[in-house]
């Protein structure tokens, strides 16, 4: 793919290329064009929607308002061609107000987009709320998204989590439950994993992705005997209890589930009936089988090293998404990779490192990322300090140990293809890079520093315009670096998520419930929210799910009653289409809530100094053609 370094005045909106054009096309989500209307008082309203992936680089858009009962009104005078958002001012908020996009091509209305309502005296506020269905002693927890019902809109999925347990310690955890909402609120189903899974951040992982392409995700995770579905059917045998209860409270072992059958099922997205349910892949034995070498990669037989699960999403065959069921990264480590297809689950491939010896051992993080990296059209898996190719056959290993943080993108300019930023634990006399950057298609180390110490929290993005390329900063940094490793700036406010929020293209630095830009401060905060899991101070969700291609940002309110979906209000000129139209930034949206949350990168680089800004090779299909098609 050829790319040209451009000036910094040239638009956005021009900036596009071919990408993988031998490839098959991918097929992804139908959406509609998110228009979002945020009242902002002094009668301003703030208008954001969707360009699309399959939009022609050429596109424009009318706007419309209707008051009260009135007809529609064009608000502008000539298509708007470089953004996709607006604001409209004069508005007799007293009223409702409906707004509408229509498209414009060759200077004809070709589509008209859904309608948003602003409903008489809405209240001034960023955010839609989402009002939950209160679990007695859970709090709202990680979300993820899909399109539940084929009308090209995001349903929310929300994990609600009780008392969650880490892996090595006793006790009896609260039972993982999932409920999946409209963003009008209405509960569309809820399923509880029972009593046989443990809740807590390294058990409790879910996927929710059209893996079938019939336009409706579905969800899919680990279950066990006495998992209840959506419809209110059992899974396995309700009248299994497989805690260990037999041992007192006090004892290593006390609550662990160390026994018993584990299942891998799908569920649908629409009614959350369990489709299909297999047995889960790897089970749990030998139980002192999980070790690695060396540092944290040693053994037990009290369910630490076993029940260690992270979960992905990735488009193996370049056409549809499986589903990746991951067990073990200290040491032994096992993906399994399931396809769901013509209402069968099966298995399409394993990988399995077997021994703690093995030099793709005692590699993984506390999460992975999915990304094509060698631009044949087909994912590949990196898990941590790793990569497996998309035929399951391991691509390399760096060595480079496990790590808590990840991050995979375009970060360096200079370079071909993708790059792999992240930190690792260095401890119990292991020698090894703290931190490190990699090439994500061959593994050669790019950079490296902070040898033999332990770092527990890592970032690489875009957050300097004054930087060419992306910055890395890190737990001991002691500075913001670029990717030679030498500081340029000052250590950066936090070292945690991102978020594109306000009108340039670096992105800001998302931390509790707030957003900070660097080197300017405080940006945003939403007040009246909480983050979650505990110090880690992650969002329920960060991810482009209306509006423009920035990012919104959903959290849960302080008393556990709603969530509010955030979304930036500030013009921006820069237009391009929806993140969720890049397989890499979507996939990455399906495994945010895994573990220790990470942000979603693109495949591409964002920024003044950017190279042309690829075109998605994707294709997407209603979920009313597809089923007229059967």
Request: glycine share 12%; net charge negative; charged share 20%.
């Amino acid at each position: 793919m050829r790319r040209f370094l451009l000036s910094k005045i040239i638009p956005v909106f021009l900036l596009f290329s071919i990408f993988s054009a031998t490839a098959q096309k991918r097929q992804m989500e139908y959406l509609n064009r998110g228009t979002i209307a945020i009242n902002q008082g002094g009668g301003k309203v703030y208008l954001g929607w969707r360009m699309l992936g399959t939009d022609p680089e050429g596109i424009s858009f009318n706007i419309y308002r209707s008051t009260g009962i009135g007809k529609a009104v064009k608000l502008n005078a000539s298509p708007v061609t470089t953004s996709t958002n607006y604001i409209d001012e004069g508005v007799d908020s007293t009223k409702s107000n409906t707004y509408f996009v229509k498209v414009v091509s060759k200077g004809k209305e070709i589509e008209t987009a859904e309608t948003f309502v602003l409903p008489p005296n809405s209240p001034v506020r960023q955010y839609l709320s989402i009002p939950l269905k209160n679990l007695p002693g859970y709090t709202p927890n990680d979300v993820s998204v899909g399109d539940l019902d084929g009308d090209g809109q995001y349903e929310i999925i929300l994990h609600q989590t009780a008392r969650g347990i880490d892996t090595p310690s006793p006790g009896i955890s609260g039972i993982p439950v999932f409920q999946a909402y409209k963003l009008d609120g209405t509960l569309l189903w809820q399923i509880s994993l029972g009593r046989n899974i443990r809740e807590g951040a390294h058990y409790t992982q879910f996927i929710v992705i059209d893996m079938d392409g019939d336009g409706i995700s579905e969800f899919a995770c680990k279950t066990a005997d006495g998992t209840i579905d959506g419809k209110g059917k059992v899974i396995g045998d309700s009248t299994k209890d497989w805690r260990n209860l037999r041992v007192q409270p006090r004892n290593t072992l006390y609550g662990k589930i160390l026994d018993g059958p584990e299942y891998f099922t799908v569920f649908s997205g629409k009614t959350g009936e369990a489709l299909a349910t297999t047995n889960y892949i790897p089970n749990r034995y030998p139980l002192n089988g999980w070790n690695g070498h060396g540092g944290n990669g040693g053994g037990d037989s009290t369910g630490n090293r076993v029940d260690r699960f992270v979960a992905g999403v990735a488009y193996l065959d370049g056409k549809l998404p499986s589903v990746l069921m991951c067990r073990g990264y200290y040491g032994r480590t096992v993906i399994a990779a399931w396809d769901y297809r013509n209402g069968k689950l099966s298995s399409r491939w394993i990988f399995d490192s077997k021994d703690g010896e093995n030099p793709y051992s005692g590699q993984g993080n506390h999460g992975l990322s999915i990304a094509d990296v060698d631009n044949d059209g087909k994912d590949e898996i990196i898990y941590g300090s790793m990569v497996v190719d998309d035929n399951g056959k391991g691509l390399f290993t760096t060595g480079l140990r496990h790590g808590d943080a990840l991050h995979v993108s375009d970060f360096d300019l200079t370079r071909p293809g993708l790059e792999v930023f992240g930190v690792h634990e260095i401890e119990e006399g292991t020698k090894g890079a703290g931190a490190a950057l990699y090439d994500a298609k061959t593994g050669e180390i790019l950079w490296s520093g902070h040898d033999d110490e332990d770092v527990g929290r890592g970032v690489a993005a875009n957050i300097d315009p004054e930087n060419p390329g992306a910055e890395m900063w890190f737990s001991g940094s002691n500075g913001l670096l670029n990717l030679k490793g030498e500081v340029i700036g000052p250590q950066p406010s936090s070292v945690n998520f991102l978020a594109w929020w306000d009108a340039d293209l670096t992105r800001e630095l998302l931390n509790g419930n707030s957003i900070d830009k660097y080197k300017v401060g405080r940006i945003f905060t939403a007040t009246g929210c909480s983050s979650n899991n505990g110090t880690k101070s992650t969002p329920a969700l960060s991810a482009d799910i209306l509006g423009d291609w920035r990012e919104e940002v959903i959290f849960r309110t302080t008393d556990n009653k709603e969530l509010r979906i955030f979304s930036t209000t500030i013009p921006t000129t820069h237009k391009m289409p929806t993140l969720m139209h890049d397989p890499q930034y979507r996939m990455a949206v399906a495994w945010q809530n895994v573990a220790y949350n990470q942000p979603p990168h693109p495949s591409f680089y964002l920024g003044d100094d950017m190279k042309k800004l690829p075109r998605p090779n994707i294709e997407v299909k209603k979920a009313k053609e597809i089923s007229s098609n059967k």
